[in-house]
């Protein structure tokens, strides 16, 4: 049987054996800064390159070393890793134990990492002496693990499909990240639909670049277990290196979403653009009006993917599907998905496999996203006369910066525990690059000034608390809220289009930072 992670694995290691699985490419000498990982990470105690075999034999090293440890089935157990061989080996060990995995942001700031080791109720944190000393409870690193006296085969621990696989966090309306309970069958629905999209095929080579801490680099690892191919794993997302990194590595899939493409696009054209073998880009919310530039400019078709942490993926474009090149078109359900357009609000409904068990200590929000039987998105979709269907929006009190979700009333919540603030909206911008940017309307208390040196006050006390992702890019002062009956900010007054949203009276974070 092949419906667990573990069980996956094993048997791609008898199938595929001393075939490559994972590449990890060292980081280039001199890195530019980019939305991605954290810079410079090394391969650590593990080869840049593992065979399928490899990955199994050394997973159950560190699954036996788990267990020695004292991790137990049902425990959980924080990875706070770059991208690096150690984390997928990790993942693939904490599963084994029968454990389950909380992977960690590498760039969380006290406040994210204390809630979701607090949260999660993880027993400890496998992690690198660079990041130990941030690590709030038990610190577990590689090296450690490894340096173990030979602790046997791995424990005999039953595990099921429908057994948790991973808390995964992600930012939801109503403050700190919530996580999504993914079982074992989860990741593997995710990736069979994939599969059946792409057709993979013996010569493939899957090439990624986000952090696996996110979503992305978790399926395409789980995608090429199933189809038995490699995937390059890239330190961090580079606009200027990612072609060159396709080309190096024979690159014929990839994932891209958020700022990537358009960064990408801003680079200047290469004489090698086009060769590459590239023959498939799967992406996720593309501006339709440089899809078309996308396809020609690097020779192979692009294609949308929509989904979420919660839900897997719901909708896909296929290959062949020229016709929504250019349309913002996101495609079909994958066969076991259903998806549905609420009659009332627009929203876009969800239901079947991959799905999340639910939030972790949230029952009431479980009870709200699956109300009527169907996941609710919070996007706004409409159905095209082909059956297609297209992003009209969102519902959710939310800023999506690049790739990031940030939840507003998390960073409300800070910024009104500044001594000069008494009460704080963030709203999203329209951004050319970032898609959106957070922008936090104030009211100061009496007696505070509404100028530059208070707003960067706020913005270095926001700064301390939050992700650098999360902290808001302009601020502008108001001198009071519009408020709803029940007593929430009505943030739709707020913006006006007529208005730069960026020109005064707001003040801009830092301007010599990238937004």
Not at 269 to 290: T, W
Not at 444 to 473: C, M, N, Q, W, Y
Request: with cysteine; proline share 10%; hydrophobic share 40%.
């Amino acid at each position: 049987m092949t419906d667990t992670i573990p069980d996956l694995l094993r048997h791609a290691a008898r199938t595929h054996g001393d075939h490559e699985f994972l590449r990890f490419p060292a980081p280039p000498p001199s890195p530019e800064p980019s939305p991605g990982p954290s810079a410079g990470p090394s391969a650590g105690p593990f080869p840049a390159s593992l065979s399928f075999a490899d990955a199994d034999a050394l997973s159950d090293r560190l699954a036996a070393a788990l267990a020695a440890e004292g991790v137990r089935p049902g425990d959980r157990v924080a990875i706070m890793l770059d991208n690096v061989p150690g984390w997928p080996l990790t993942w693939f060990a904490v599963l084994k134990a029968g454990a389950i995995a909380v992977p960690v942001n590498v760039r969380y700031r006290a406040a994210d990492l204390e809630h979701v080791l607090t949260d999660s109720g993880a027993v400890a944190t496998v992690t690198t002496p660079e990041h130990a000393a941030a690590v709030p409870g038990r610190v577990l690193t590689l090296t450690g693990l490894l340096s173990r006296p030979a602790a046997g085969p791995p424990p005999e621990v039953e595990v099921r499909p429908d057994d948790l696989a991973n808390f995964q966090y992600t930012s939801g309306t109503t403050g700190f990240p919530k996580a999504c309970m993914l079982t074992h069958n989860y990741w593997l629905a995710t990736a069979a639909a994939v599969a059946d999209l792409v057709r993979l095929r013996p010569d493939d080579v899957v090439l990624i670049a986000q952090t696996y801490s996110y979503m992305d680099p978790q399926w395409t690892t789980v995608l090429c277990l199933l189809g038995g191919v490699p995937q390059v794993v890239l330190p961090r997302f580079s606009a200027s290196g990612f072609w060159a990194s396709a080309r190096e590595h024979g690159a014929t899939l990839t994932y891209v979403l958020g700022t990537m493409p358009l960064l990408m696009h801003k680079q200047p054209p290469h004489p090698l653009d086009r060769e590459n073998r590239m023959r498939l880009v799967l992406c996720s919310g593309i501006a339709p009006d440089l899809h078309r530039a996308f396809e020609q400019r690097w020779g192979a078709p692009w294609r949308e993917l929509y989904g979420s942490t919660e839900s897997g993926a719901d909708l896909l474009a296929a290959p062949e599907a020229d016709d929504t090149v250019g349309t913002g078109a996101m495609g079909l359900p994958p066969p076991g998905k259903e998806v549905v357009i609420d009659e009332e609000t627009g929203e876009i409904l969800v239901r079947g496999a991959p799905m999340m068990k639910g939030y972790w200590n949230h029952p009431e929000a479980t009870a709200h996203a699956f109300r009527g039987g169907w996941y609710h998105t919070g996007d706004l979709g409409r159905r095209d006369e082909k059956g297609y269907v297209h992003h009209a929006g969102r519902l959710k009190d939310m800023v999506r910066r690049g790739g990031e979700n940030i939840s507003c009333a998390e960073v409300e919540s800070v910024l009104t525990r500044h001594p000069a603030v008494l009460a704080a909206a963030l709203v999203p911008i329209p951004d050319e690059l970032f898609g959106e940017l957070p922008k936090a309307f104030v009211q100061l208390r009496p007696g505070h000034l509404a100028d530059a040196s208070t707003a960067a006050s706020i913005v270095a006390h926001a700064r301390e608390r939050l992700a650098r992702f999360k902290v808001p890019a302009y601020v502008e002062f108001v001198p009071g809220f519009t408020l709803t009956p029940s007593a929430r900010i009505e943030k739709r007054h707020l913006l006006r289009p007529e208005r730069d949203q960026r020109a005064a009276p707001a003040f801009a974070a830092d301007p010599e930072e990238p937004r």
